[in-house]
Nanobody, 122 residues
Framework: QVQLVESGGGLVQAGGSLRLSCAAS????????LGWFRQAPGKEREFVAA????????DYADSVKGRFTVSRDNVKNEVFLQMNSLKPEDTAVYYC???????????????WGQGTQVTVSS
């Protein structure tokens, strides 16, 4: 079991940057893939980025490639999402999630954080 708590969200102007953090507890963290998802009002939760347990493999949604970077620190039990060149369409609640492997499917992630709001103004 992995418990996850996101932080770092906020209000930023278009073109700006934010860095989200996800602090994890539980021994399984180091063996889990970690994913970032987001959900805008009235829309389904969608995949943003993910990183495997060792940090050697990452994957990104096409909409964020080249702008977002996912990383993790297995010593401090944290995962990060660096978001640059933010756009108004990036506005959503962002969630981190732990699962057995990198996946685009929300159903493949067992543990979820409570989410952090990111708002990008035009």
């Amino acid at each position: 079991q992995v418990q996850l708590v996101e932080s770092g969200g906020g209000l930023v102007q278009a073109g700006g940057s934010l860095r989200l953090s996800c602090a994890a507890s539980g021994r399984a963290f180091k063996t889990n893939a970690l994913g970032w998802f987001r959900q805008a009002p009235g829309k389904e939760r969608e995949f943003v980025a993910a990183i495997n347990w060792s940090g050697t493999t990452t994957d990104y949604a096409d909409s964020v490639k080249g702008r977002f970077t996912v990383s993790r620190d297995n010593v401090k039990n944290e995962v990060f999402l660096q978001m640059n060149s933010l756009k108004p369409e990036d506005t959503a609640v962002y969630y981190c999630a732990a699962g057995a492997r990198i996946s685009y499917d929300v159903n493949n992630y067992r543990n979820w954080g409570q989410g952090t709001q990111v708002t990008v103004s035009s």
